[in-house]
């Protein structure tokens, strides 16, 4: 399997440097090459067996050589005109003003060439023309549209537990190799986490790592911020103590409703005490759905209660930050796509009935007790060049508390990213390794 993914990748010719990732591929829990299905190799080869415009209808009918047929609105199409007149192909932008669109607008005139390309001619004697594997992709079919959707956002998530088998990929091979970049931004939106190993024990290397995905995330902690005890901390985790499971910042709300905002964190080990400050994660999506099975009541209560944080201080600069958000959020389905849970910052003030905190409380216990559970927790010590990096909207993350000394003893150096611009780096590294768009 590897052999022939290596074929499709680069021909007859095997980088020494891709020898070692498929050699190392089938260790890692999550298979990047996923993301490339057969049905694309049917885009390639899409033919067009007829064409027709039904006189009674506003769309056109396409046959395929493989016997399936898509339906696809006058409207739809005279709107997505590929001609340079209607769009700017530097920019990959429509031109069209939207004004103009006539929404009743039919078909005058339709023609098939080579079975490779449709052409329409409109009433005004427009003529747009549309490549058959351009058509084929983005068929209105159902199946042909969460295929589409999963190849643009791949949402597949492999969930864990305590038996969990951390990915591990080298700092510098992510760095300077497009086919290990790719791997990693693909395990870690599937999995949740990847441990990057053999970074330098210094501060610095979390902006090589911002670049390298395009930029970081500047918050009221900086664009990097230190983790180590501090005299007057500012944050709970400037301290030595035990931090219980939690997802950073989910005071902030703004835009409304955001689920791109801060989704990944990356924590820098430079520096490791020799006793204590293990570091605790979990899955909260798989903790979720435990709750949603065991108590349907419990999970109905934290989707829908929408509780106060708060985080006030200085630090890059001075802010007071309040927000409100639900425990856990939740898609058109009922299914978690956002854990928003941060003890430390869950404000004194709760703006529900006082009839309705101690089910809440009730219910945020057994949540937490799922968390916490040896069957769903995995435990390990980063050391110094060692980078985690996690869905911070899925994984929530812990510590254990350490000694404090006369000097730093424990030292890591953070930073957050959107998953906007993860993705987006993503999807450039797709089309640079696999040549597909």
Not at 8 to 35: F, I
Not at 94 to 119: C, G, Q, Y
Not at 363 to 376: I, M, V
Request: proline letters at 4%; aromatic letters at 10%.
């Amino acid at each position: 399997m590897w052999r022939l993914a290596a074929r499709v990748l680069l021909g007859t010719k095997v980088h020494p440097l891709t020898q070692r990732l498929l050699a190392g591929a089938a260790n890692l829990q999550c298979c990047w090459w996923g993301t490339v299905r057969g049905t694309h190799t049917g885009y390639m080869s899409a033919g067009i067996w007829k064409v027709e415009a039904p006189d009674a209808e506003h769309l056109i009918r396409v046959q395929w050589e493989d016997g399936s047929e898509s339906c696809y609105p006058c409207v739809w199409l005279r709107d997505n005109c590929q001609c340079p007149h209607c769009f700017l192909h530097s920019a990959k932008a429509r031109k069209l003003l939207f004004e103009d669109l006539d929404v009743d607008i039919v078909a005058k005139k339709v023609t098939l060439t080579d079975r490779k390309k449709v052409s329409i001619t409109w009433p005004d004697e427009h003529t747009s023309e549309y490549e058959a594997e351009w058509l084929k992709k983005r068929c209105f079919s159902e199946a042909a549209r969460a295929e589409m959707q999963e190849d643009l956002f791949l949402p597949e998530h492999q969930y864990w537990g305590s038996d969990l088998q951390l990915p591990k990929m080298p700092f510098e091979e992510i760095i300077y190799d497009d086919e290990s970049a790719y791997k990693w931004l693909c395990t870690l939106k599937k999995m949740g986490v990847v441990l990057l190993t053999g970074a330098a024990a210094r501060q610095g290397e979390l902006v090589k790592l911002g670049h390298r995905i395009g930029f970081l995330r500047l918050t009221f902690y900086g664009p990097t911020w230190q983790v180590q005890d501090k005299a007057d901390a500012n944050n709970v985790a400037y301290t030595t103590g035990k931090l219980c499971f939690h997802t950073d910042y989910p005071v902030l709300q703004h835009p409304p409703g955001d689920l791109n905002s801060l989704q990944v964190q990356f924590l820098h080990c430079i520096k490791q005490t020799a006793t204590g400050g293990e570091s605790e994660i979990v899955d909260g999506f798989h903790a979720a759905n435990k709750l949603k099975h065991q108590n349907p009541q419990a999970y109905q209560i934290l989707t829908s209660t929408a509780v106060d944080y708060t985080d006030v201080g200085v630090d890059y600069c001075d802010f007071a930050v309040q927000g409100k958000q639900r425990i856990i959020d939740v898609d058109y389905r009922g299914q978690a796509i956002r854990i928003n849970f941060n003890n430390a910052t869950r404000d004194t003030v709760f703006d529900i009935p006082a009839e309705e905190v101690r089910p809440f409380y009730a219910a945020l216990k057994e949540f937490s007790d799922l968390l916490n559970s040896t069957e769903h927790k995995f435990t390990y010590k980063l050391k110094p060049g060692d980078i985690v990096t996690f869905d911070n909207w899925r994984v929530l993350h812990g510590r254990k508390s350490y000694q404090s000394g006369s000097e730093v003893t424990r030292h890591l150096e953070g930073a957050y990213a959107d998953w906007d611009v993860v993705m987006s780096r993503l999807r450039v590294l797709r089309k640079r390794v696999l040549n597909r768009d």
